[in-house]
């Protein structure tokens, strides 16, 4: 899957070179396509994920739009919405292209000036027709199929509310974003060819640039949006979603190219400018440690905060300085007279470090995802098709509080096997939050699992078999048919049983390898009548107890073991003890040896 995703991926070289070339001749083209598999990015390769096609369709697209935008035509225009179909088909957030393609031809129109828009837009009414009859066809679409229709993207109808503070936080962090995804320059040089009208009314740099910022501005507010509203607490937990805005790349990259000899000196200073107040303004946290494994183009500055965490309060102070350096060498390149050769150097030291700065945040983004890849093979079950081999059977998995949502992306989500995935806030369960579609896991007072309410109709079935992944929880159903466990880093457990499917008792907080129980042990049981659980412990060190339900305590003596008996209701109960521990015992968990219910 690997080599077939660097094959993909790399596709990008020919889109790239193909714009480049509009601008420039081979040799620079030939820049442009290397800086184009150079990005942090490429990473994405070694992930089983839609980026490895999307990049070079995404890419493509962009080519097809400057054509659309720059040579108008029915020909020209059915290949642009054609390329922005590929690209949607391969990733639904391509669906963006499409306000992009008629923002970018009335931003072009405006730059035609007063007495060429008009002319223009008649000259574009093929893409205008389309672009009005697709968003009539895509609102009866969106009025029928209803939240479905934005598939994984559903949780967007289930977000948390919005605040000023959360959205200026986003957009300062992917605002400048738009720079450190390309290594600051391109972006730079890009955004100066706005300085001379020349290029705002040349045939192909007009609409690149047009292209260039409408996108920007797109890309950063979907994604300023989109974090601000999760549910998932990505700033608290430092998940910065660069995976969203590196199809930029190409873009700037073919503007760097078309830069030299079309930027004077003051547009290279106001753009650096521009630059340095936007990178200054980086939230620190955004870039801090623990790193984002969505945040390819940060991984060397991630890299160098991991030996120097004194950095981190004033990382935007250092951008906004590397800016200015790199901005010092964008100025360079545009001298003229006397100072061609100098200006050579400049524009060779451009390229140079630019391609530096890429290839070695590309080698750090790759150790970084190496340690990342390594955690996650070792909370693998063994064997790995572990739920293949367990069951025939459609399974639901029950993601717990252990449950890590990035691990279970990966590892469980893409399993064929399994046909849903249900959640559920109530103890022991408590299941994180869950990025992929999902349904809520409710039972009856006797444990039978039913339907959620207003359940869609994926929900509405209840699978017989479940699988749950966890060190500290397990799932016991009533005449249970089948029970099969593999062992990793994570305990994987399936279970299953006849229909209609009932639960006998979930157990949280009991280690599943060796039975200890370090903070409290949760026990919710349905029996048919009032019943007793057992519980056989021991100490594993001096100055521990008990808490039991109703008050009381139980002192515990090192080394020997104890037996306690507790009344259970019927039906749906909660049982909870609570381990409480002194002294040099703190943080030693009691031995559960037996446990019945």
């Keep these: 899957i690997q080599f077939l995703n660097s ?265 650096t400018l521009v630059a340095v107040a936007l990178v200054a303004g980086t939230p620190p946290d955004i870039i801090g440690l623990p790193f984002s494994i969505d945040a390819f183009g940060q991984a060397y500055i991630a890299f160098i905060l991991s030996d120097h965490d004194s950095l981190l309060p004033v990382i935007g102070p250092l951008l906004a300085g590397l800016t200015v350096m790199l901005g010092a060498l964008l100025v360079l390149s545009t001298l003229g007279g006397r100072y061609q050769r100098l200006a050579a150097w400049g524009r060779g030291l451009a390229l140079g470090l630019t391609l530096f700065l890429l290839l070695i945040t590309q080698f750090k983004a790759w150790s970084f995802s190496q340690i990342y890849s390594q955690g996650m093979r070792e909370r693998q079950p063994r064997p790995l098709n572990f739920v293949e081999r367990a069951t025939k059977q459609r399974v639901a998995f029950l993601p717990t509080a252990e449950s890590e949502t990035s691990t279970l992306y990966a590892t469980t989500f893409w399993n064929p096997n399994v046909e849903r995935i249900f959640v559920s806030e109530k103890a022991p369960i408590s299941s994180p939050p869950v990025f992929a579609p999902h349904c809520e896991l409710r039972w009856r007072s006797d444990g039978t699992i039913v339907p959620p309410r207003d359940a869609r109709p994926a929900c509405q079935l209840t699978p017989a078999a479940w699988l749950t992944q966890s060190n500290l929880f397990s799932m016991h159903l009533r005449d249970e048919t089948l029970r099969k466990r593999a062992h990793g880093g994570i305990v994987s457990t399936v279970t299953a049983s006849d229909r209609p499917v009932r639960i006998f008792s979930l157990l949280g907080g009991r280690n599943t390898r060796h039975g200890g129980v370090s903070d409290r042990l949760e026990l919710r049981s349905f029996l048919d009548r009032p019943g007793e659980l057992e519980l056989v412990v021991e100490a594993g060190a001096p100055d521990v107890s008990l808490r039991l339900p109703g008050g009381r305590s139980l002192e515990l003596d090192h080394g020997r073991q104890e037996t306690v008996r507790l009344p259970v209701a019927a039906r749906d109960h909660l049982t909870r003890v609570e381990v409480v521990s002194t002294g040099a015992a703190r943080g030693r968990p009691v031995d559960l040896k037996r446990v019945r219910l």
């Excluded at 493509?60 to 739009?65: H, K, T, V």
């Excluded at 001379?196 to 949006?225: C, D, E, I, K, Y």
């Design 7 to 271: 094959g993909l991926i790399s596709l990008v070289v020919f889109p790239a070179w193909w714009m480049a070339r509009r601008f420039v001749g081979p040799g620079l083209a030939f820049f442009a396509a290397v800086f184009a598999v150079s990005v942090p990015a490429m990473n994405y390769a070694g992930i089983i994920g839609t980026e490895s096609l999307a990049y070079p369709t995404c890419t493509a697209a962009f080519a097809a739009m400057l054509l659309a935008l720059a040579r108008p035509g029915w020909r020209t225009a059915v290949t642009a919405l054609l390329a922005i179909a590929l690209a949607a088909f391969t990733r639904m957030q391509m669906v963006l292209l499409i306000p992009i393609l008629a923002t970018s031809l009335l931003l072009v129109a405006a730059m035609h000036g007063r007495d060429g828009w008009r002319g223009y837009l008649a000259s574009q009414r093929t893409v205008l027709v389309s672009l009005g009859v697709g968003a009539i066809l895509g609102a009866v679409f969106l009025m029928i199929a209803g939240q479905s229709s934005v598939g994984i993207y559903l949780k967007i109808f289930h977000s948390a509310p919005i605040t000023i503070d959360n959205a200026l936080y986003w957009l300062r962090g992917f605002v400048s974003d738009l720079y450190l995804v390309t290594g600051i320059l391109p972006t730079v040089a890009t955004f100066a060819l706005l300085g001379a009208r020349q290029n705002r009314r040349h045939r192909w740099v007009g609409p690149l640039l047009a292209l260039a910022l409408v996108a920007s501005l797109f890309f950063t507010l979907q994604m300023t949006l989109f974090s601000a509203i999760n549910t998932e607490h990505w700033r608290e937990r430092n998940i910065f979603y660069e995976r969203y805005m590196f199809y930029l790349g190409p873009i700037f990259v073919a503007g760097f190219v078309a830069s030299f000899g079309r930027v004077s000196s003051r547009a290279a200073i106001g753009s």
